[in-house]
């Protein structure tokens, strides 16, 4: 091997070297610089997408400890509780989301509004979900009517790609609930029929 082939291989080495370092810095710098409980929130919701839900929570709640108004991380967890089957502290939690949005956009002057009302109007929206499973169909109702208020593009399903990876080819939309739901409280009572199991089951929680 001559010697400017060896002068060459080392150039190449120390390239490919100087840019792995590059490379690490950027990302630890990614960490260092996110702000407080956005890192532990990005790994609730990988979690969230596996279906762990225990651990997605275990998450949600790191993010909460680092920033305890963090929103996705409280809308997260609310999620995260009701796929564990603790629909009654699921819907506290997005009670409490609301709550907290609702002052944050009443405040103004905030340059993220609109992901605030897109936010809200998903927390409006899972509530209802809770609401409406459990037989409470006039208050899912309301809340189904909030999120479409506040903004209905937040709250307009999943696109194809979500319907392909949960293998729900036709799920619910809170705009199709909620006209639903408007027709059967408009019947006699002893005509209704408000709970719908085989339809019920396509609706899914919303996550802007």
Do not use: C
Request: glycine share 8%; hydrophobic share 50%.
């Amino acid at each position: 091997m001559t010697a400017r082939n060896v002068a060459r291989r080392f150039t190449v080495l120390a390239a490919a070297v100087l840019a792995i370092a590059a490379l690490a810095v950027a990302f630890s710098h990614g960490l260092v610089d996110a702000p407080p409980g956005d890192y532990a929130t990005r790994r609730g919701d990988q979690r969230l997408a596996d279906r762990q839900w225990a651990d997605a929570a275990a998450w949600f709640d790191r993010a909460l400890a680092e920033a305890p108004d963090h929103a996705g991380a409280a809308m997260g967890k609310a999620i995260a509780l009701l796929n564990m089957g603790e629909a009654a502290a699921a819907e506290a939690a997005f009670s409490r989301l609301i709550a907290r949005l609702e002052e944050r956009l009443a405040a103004g002057g905030s340059g993220a509004a609109e992901r605030w009302r897109g936010m809200l109007a998903a927390a409006h929206a899972n509530r209802g979900i809770i609401r409406d499973r459990a037989g409470r169909s006039a208050e899912a109702l309301a809340d189904y009517r909030a999120a479409l208020a506040i903004d209905a593009g937040a709250v307009s399903g999943p696109g194809i790609s979500q319907r392909i990876v949960s293998g729900n080819a036709h799920p619910s939309s809170v705009a199709k609930r909620a006209a639903y739901l408007e027709r059967q409280l408009a019947l006699p009572e002893a005509e209704r029929r408000l709970l719908v199991p085989e339809l019920d089951a396509r609706q899914r929680m919303h996550r802007p």
